[in-house]
């Protein structure tokens, strides 16, 4: 199993490689001029300078090797610098990756915004997965019930309607419809500023994140609880099901600790496999609510032609996506023991 | 009874006619049919219908409500079908009674330029629809090419197959974002702007979807390489073109067909989004993401701007669900008549 995921490990090095160089080579090849943004006031010769300020003057694979220097060797070794205070090298002058419109190191913006989008797609990931498991769970022991027919017709119209349309109806409902001093209000804006002091100020966290969580939360819960059901009527019908029954055990030491417990092997690939999505869909989210977390950076990012914002982020997504999709690999071998990588 | 008056008895029956058989004992199939081939109709026919033209500026209508509020207000229901104008209602948060803008003219009300809600649902719904079949096209034809390639001839299977790992390991909406930004200026000098950005938009949604249908389609015409009749039309001395053209392709229909419905509503969903982000089309050239879009900013003033396109694209989406659920099980042989 170790050498199983050595050997993945090694394997992602030359694709993840392979992916920023891709990313570089579209931002690269883009026709539009990163200074375009700036006042036409600015004679050619200013902006030839500041092109040049930018480093746009050298030739492309200079570029990339020095972005992959500063994103793979210098941040890497700035993080152990601020984190445990280890110096390697040369700390003080050393290039980071650094965004054009705010002058300031691409790294320490992402640091800034990550609490944020970790809150609440972390929250909304787990709201999803309480609400699914047990859903799941019951329309499988009772399938074609009246609670199999909803939960299936529900969980159709979760991951149809899409994200951007529940958050702006539960704008709608909730901070429009609903008045102002009424207990069930709630605020439209995520307010990043407020600080977790008091009971107030905890209620007050809890009501602005009530709506994001629940859109992201139930979008998350109609896709899981589908693999739920499926996964569950799999094992239901299997004969190690048969024999715990006949041995007399309670229906609900069977279904509980027999079925759910093999139930949940794929189910937990499938929701490793599910977060990269998450992070990608909370770019909408972010929008809707204003939340100033890694998508709206993104999304300022790409509005005001900041390549290394734009690329550093893109490639992070990337990252996830494939850590994660190694992540499941190994868990899949790790939870099942029928299941040998060679 | 012999075997010949057995097969008599039978009614004649052919392999589309059993899958429509099958079809049509999905409820939520026919259901997601009947409100798939309405919002068609609307979208393509309606135009001529309402033929109020969606780009009018009736600056003096601007910011009418929607006629359903007319309903909402009280006691005045008859007046609402004889002279909606003149309704007054009693505002709570106001504590006075106020007129409301409301006209037939304008059933779902205007925008605050004064712009024709429904007309732009409807010519809005004609270019949400158009990008998701053309979307879906381009990747349906991306994805078949290199599933059967992959699938028939060994040597490019491994390439193929990186490559289309590599395409799922990308961050696509972050990129499809990007790639908007950088080429929407250029494709808009050489195409104009509304097919400058229709082609941009189709062309990226379609190169970025079609990973799923090329794994499922590689892996059916792996396993139908093995079968006898492939080994039949090889050794007749059958090329290879006509191997595929004649024997694989028309084995694959039923994956092919379940993932061309998944696929429209993926890319109506998706160029939603762009809009949505305003990476999409221009204001001018509304689609429905677009519009809910636009709506965002006047949502406490006049919800039912964002409620109907939003509605739109949920039951478009819903009911491509609903028919792409019922082709699987229809096409499915092992799920067919019982």
Known sequence: ?342 | MSNAEIADDRKFRSLWGDVWVQFRSHKGAMLGMIVFGLILFGVTLGPYIWTTDPQYLDIRAKNTSTILNCFLTGEQIFQCFSDPTSIKYYDPNAEELVRVKLSWAYPLGTDQLGRDQLAQLLQGGRVSMAVGMAAMLLSLVLGTVAGVIAGYFRRLDGPLMRLTDLFLALPLLPLLLVIIMLFRDTLRGMFGPETGIFLLIVFVIGITSWMQTARIVRGDVLALKEREFILAAHSIGTPAKRVISRHILPNILSPIMVSATLGIAAAIITESALSFLGLGFPSDFPTWGRLLFDGTTYISQSPSRVIWPGLAISLTVLSVNFIGDGLRDALDPRIRGR
């Open chain 1, 1 to 342: 199993m170790l050498n199983y995921t050595l050997r993945r490990l090694m394997f992602t090095i030359p694709t993840l490689l392979l992916i920023s160089f891709i990313i570089f080579l579209i931002l690269d090849l883009a026709p539009n001029d990163p200074t375009g943004n700036l006042p036409l006031t600015i004679p050619p010769e200013v902006r030839e300078k500041i092109r040049q300020s930018l480093g746009l003057d050298a030739p492309m694979y200079i570029r990339y090797l020095l972005w992959s220097q500063q994103f793979f060797i210098n941040e890497p070794l700035n993080l152990l610098n601020q984190w445990f205070g280890w110096c390697i090298g040369d700390c003080e002058g050393r290039l980071r990756v650094s965004s054009w419109a705010t002058r300031s190191p691409v790294v320490d913006l992402i640091a800034e915004r990550m609490p944020q989008t970790l809150w609440v797609v972390g929250m909304s990931y787990v709201v999803g997965i309480l609400i699914a498991v047990p859903i799941g769970v019951i329309s499988a022991y009772k399938q074609y019930s009246w609670f199999d027919q909803i939960g299936t017709f529900i969980a159709m119209i979760g991951f149809s309607v899409p994200t951007f349309f529940t958050g702006v109806l539960l704008i709608v409902i909730f901070s429009v419809w609903v008045p102002n001093d009424s207990f069930f209000w709630l605020p439209s804006i995520y307010d990043t500023t407020l600080e977790v002091v008091d009971w107030d100020s905890f209620m007050l966290q809890v009501r602005q994140m009530i709506m994001p969580v629940m859109v992201l939360g139930l979008f998350n819960a109609a896709q899981i609880s589908r693999f739920m059901r499926a996964s569950m009527l799999d094992n239901l019908s299997q004969d190690y099901v048969r024999t715990a029954r006949a041995k007399g055990l309670k229906e609900k030491t069977v279904l509980l600790v027999h079925v759910l417990r093999n139930s949940m092997i794929p189910v937990v690939t499938v929701i490793a496999l599910g977060i990269p999505q998450i992070f990608g869909g909370a770019i909408i989210t972010e929008q809707i609510f204003k939340v100033n977390g890694l998508g709206q950076l993104l999304i300022i990012g790409i509005q005001g032609a900041d390549i290394p914002l734009v690329q550093t982020l893109t490639f992070l997504f990337a990252v996830l996506i494939v850590l994660f999709n190694l992540i499941a690999d190994v868990l899949y071998g790790l939870l099942d023991p029928r299941i040998r990588y060679e």
